[in-house]
């Protein structure tokens, strides 16, 4: 009787769809566990999470398919309020509360006593680290501040079983770890079990217990060392100086076959294969390296690689050193009445033909303010933004025509169909007769979309209009292209696909700028500028940053050590 | 059922939002005001100085005094015009609004005591005006003929019943005096319906809807804690109305003010579950601003007798203004102001009201979801 | 040449076909577009009257003669008043009134009779109820208009001398309806384009799509008018069905050019579409888009001269500021061109001023865009 919750055979069937949305689900989580729930966009986990807090009914609900506590969601759900506590994925806060109204008002529902709530909240803000910004208003919280607020109002009850979808969407891996670690002393207090559904796969370590769910069901339940022996023999390292990294990861995927993955870490190339016959009949070297949990997940979900090859871009216009992005000093300084805030100060870097450049940093860095700068979405205070030598302020239209953008979140027109989005932005590019049938045609095969062609982009599955925003950035052949978080919310297998595209894109010496909170991204790009509190910390190639904070305990850093360990260093200097 | 402290909390977040929205702020209050400014000044049929035209083809001394007569009475603006197509003219231009002719042979026909013409032509495309310019050259031009008979002593041969008007309850005829008060009906359908029309939508949108239903508070308790919040906001708006209307506008008051209260709440907690009644049926805040401004505010623009009279519309037009909440609020609110307790008229009214809150709330009730899907 | 041209405008049509898409795709706005101005063209042509009819009225006749009673008769068979109520007492007509079971009351005095008899003029009293002041006013009217013509026992009466000839021009029978749906034809259409003109713009920026507009190579002037033009394609269209009802099913006199009546349309239009551009780039969400609207609607339709003629508004400072309402303007252009058949010049002279604010609001929108860009 050690079990909180008890998942039997549940079935879930949304109005109007023909195949259930959940497919006989069974599963069990112990008193004081800890589960990630993983799996690709659109294979149920919020629909699971909803169902387990009472927000759906199951389509057996007779049978009693769900048992939290020995009860019944659905059929006490007054009881059941009390002992779950649910994190929806936009965190349920309001906000324009400030922080501790939203406490308070949490609190207030959930009936907790007046005189224990003053102390309540400050030791939930303390640990958390949001003493300092109580009184602020929730919507001027970061990414991580409000993940981790929505995490307090959730454990005001101190809840049996707790339920949180997806809280580490686009926050950062220093944010991610403190809420791991508020997670962790709460688990050890009250014996609370936790479901936390994430698609960050290198979460998955601090964990007892990963789900694993794909189309609606369920396809491993087990500990995360379990799947890395399942993989074991099957992961390799390949190195050839003969060709440079990116052309190299083409030739791999290119040659050898059964491959389910391939990517760029640092100056090697990562491959795992589906069988050991396959590693053996490989064209390379292979330097044999330990398996991650990760390479499961791609097995599990039956990724397979493939390599693309994209157009040259259609303006190859010579600049100076090869040059094609170059920011000079650039700086956005904020006035409000009394105050002046500095969002970028004296942001500098250039980008080469054929490059990855990253940007990195925590929410609220300045990270969005530099790259909105750069498209000129947001006018800089000083200094100049050029691309391909033409000073985007001052030549806005004609600049406009050079480069392609991808959206955070992917904002496309929702309501117009595929088709409608792709002949609008092939207009406004100023394509027309056969060129722009062309170009849409090869679009539409490239990328895959001819079976959603005439479905309204709102009602697309979230992998397919990362797709679309990505053909419709480069609908004309741009020679520089700004990507703002272009993975964020995607599964593993989409993303693989979708940096195998930007490789080939490179290959023709596109330029690519681009945001990301994925530190395994970060490995792909050539060189890293590090942002933090308006000002770049560092830039450099990411196999660099990571050499930079070898030591003693740590002799093997990984790119999130590396993120982490230069703010501490940030910090302790901003103290000093 | 229900839980004090658990509406309290939902309350008091309910104002922290509206305070911080400027534009509910604006609805409230600033809106009101502009409205209320409007009303008193904008709509007003006490008519004011109205342009005409005169031709003047007779010439002789009666004929230009009877064109003095006209420019001295105070509605009347005349100009003199040689023609009739110039008249026309102007008349088309929407310079002015009528003219007088008064013909050749005028005064040897009055003379004659031969019923002589004098013709009248309006412009028919302002209707109320028209009428109005008809009316007053015709009267104007009487009373100046009936004045200079007295003057020569003679006496009518037969008998006229002369009327005399008495306007009860507003003696001086003020249209404001109806038009302010009856207008807090459309201020309050606009701060209780538009105000609350995207609320309940607005927490599904941003989520929080979601983290609220796996929390204690029940169905009853959030619908309840929203109507609070909202009446206590839009009862300020309304006596900060009220206030006005009093205090500024000097319209009298003589009704009791617990009818006035009375009243006013229930027609509040009508307009108020219509808007959270469509908020929980429309999810997109286009379409939940046209459907408050089609089944809330039209119809008590309308329909309320407040501009239009009822008693005249066609017969189906008349029964669905019995439905309409505003209709019972305008006929109270005015004998409230003007007449004061008809006991008659607000019973009817508080029963009606009652009942209309009620079955909004109960449809709003069972409207509103605890799941999603 | 035509290559030139095209590529020329083509970002522009682009950006129109995705504006016309985004409002046509989707079912429920296209309803949303046509149903209700239609539904409120029926609606407010019917209800919107000036006239009363179906009046219930209360008599107290102290006199009770012959004489009076034929003349309650008169007012009884006369197509204003539905019903007439007796009473016998003050107290009686005083509750009927407060309840307002009556709309007004005729007092005949018990000596009525004689005074008429004696030609002494006899005065009846006509009580009306001052809480509906505007009726009130027109029901005395009619009990005047019928006591004055009233002449018993088939005497003759002589007592009006001129003879008044009374013609009412452009509308015969002086028709509210007529007014009214030459009215709304410039208000419909308004509601139309400001509200698709206000939200269009707030929507994107809710949503976030605002930002690949500003992204594309898309002129602020080419913005402005693909924002424009889809609400004015909307706007005009239903002009037209509302044109087309009100000609075939209410009857109503088309006088003058139709061509010149699109004309000043669009014009007109235009410049509301860009009032309601300059509303949405003031307003970060669709809420408060939508409630300035209200806000910029009220005015503009009370000081139109629809809700009140314009000389009848009594602060004269508000009386001039109707001269920046494109509405005042347009509605004189509608009657006109409608019911008056009116002349080229006096059209002219009220376009201009709807084009002279649609200059300025596009200018102000142009910085408002420009100084949008943090």
Redesign the interface.
Known sequence: MNDILKVKNLYKTFNGAKEPSLFDISLNLKKGEKAALIGPDGSGKTTFLRLLSGLLFPDNIKNDPVLINNLSPYKKRGEIKKIIGYMPQKFGLYEDLTVTENLEFYAGLKNIDKEKRASLFFELLNFSGLLEFKERLTKKLSGGMKQKLGLCCVLLTAPKLLLLDEPSVGVDPVSRKELMKITDKLIKENDTSVIWATSYLDEAKYFDKVFLFSKGRKIYEGTVENAKIVMDGLTYKIKDDKFDKRTLLNEIVKKDKGLIDAVIEGNYIKVVYENKNFAEKSNFNLIKTPPLFEDFVMSALNSKIKSYEEKKPEFNIKTKDNISIKANNLTKIYKTKNKEFIAAKNIDFEVKKGEIFGLLGPNGAGKSTTFKMLCSLIKPSFGTCEIMGLNINKNPVETKKLFGYMAQKFSLFGNLSVKQNLDFFSGVYGLFGKKKKERIEYLIESFELKNYLFEKTDNLPLGFKQRLSLSLAVIHNPCVLFLDEPTSGVDPVTRRDFWMRINALAKNKVSILVTTHFMDEAQFCDRIALVYKGKILKKDTPDNLKNSIKSKSNPNPSMEDAFIEIIKEADKKYDE | MMNKNIIFTFVIKEFRQITRDFSSILIAFVLPLILLFLFGFGINFDTNTIKIGIIDENNTILSRDIKESLNNTKFLDCIYIKNEIEANKLLSGGIIRGYAVIPVNFTKEFKKNSNPKIQIITDGSEPNTAKFVSSYIKGSVESYLEYEKIKSGKKSNSSIISPILRIWYNPSLKSVYFILPGSISIIMTLTGAILTALVIAREWERGTMEAILTTEITKFEFLISKYIAYFILSMLSVIFCFFIIIAIFKVPYIGSYFFLFLISSLFMLTSIGTGLFISTIAKDQFIAGQMAGTISFMPSMMLSGLIYEIDSMPFIIRMISCIIPAKYYVSSISSLFLTGNVYKILIISSIYLFAFAAVVFLLTYFCTKEVIE | MFEKL??KY??L???I??EF??IW??K??RA?IFL?PV??LF??S???????????AGVLNEDNSEISRE?IREIQTSRYF?KIYYFKNNKELKKA????KI?AAIYIKNDFTK???????????????????????II??Y??EI??N??PLG??????????????????????R??II?SLMGILPMTTVI?LSA?SLA?EKE???F??L??????IEEIIAGKILIPLFFGVLNGVIILLISIFIFKIPFLGSIFLYIFSLCIFLFSISLIGLFISAFSRT???S??LV??FM??AM??SGY???I?????LF?QKMTIINPLRFFL?IS??II?????F??IF?NLLPIFIISIITLFSVKTVFKNN??
Do not use: C
Not at chain 3, 115 to 133: A, C, Q, V, W
Not at chain 3, 214 to 219: D, M, N, R, S
């Open positions: 095209k590529r083509l970002p049509i682009s950006l076909k995705k898409h985004t795709q989707d429920r706005s949303v209700p539904l409120q609606v407010f019917y209800a919107a009257t000036l006239d009363i009819e179906n009046i219930r003349f539905s009134l407060d309840e307002q709309k005074k008429y008899k004696m030609k002494d003029n006899p005065e009846i009293l006509i009580i009306s109820d001052g809480r509906k002041t505007n009726s009130s006013r005395a009217g009990i005047t006591a004055s009233f002449a005497q003759n009466i002589n007592k009006n001398i001129i003879n008044f000839v009374i013609r009412n021009k452009f509308n015969p029978n002086l028709s509210y007529w007014f030459s509200l939200l929507r949503q976030g799509t930002d690949e500003l992204i594309v190579p898309l002129k669709q809420q408060q939508m409630l209200f806000v009220f005015p009370m000081l809700t009140t003629p000389e009848n508004i009594t602060p508000l004189v009657k006109g019911l008056k058949n009116m002349n010049y006096y002279l860009q943090k």
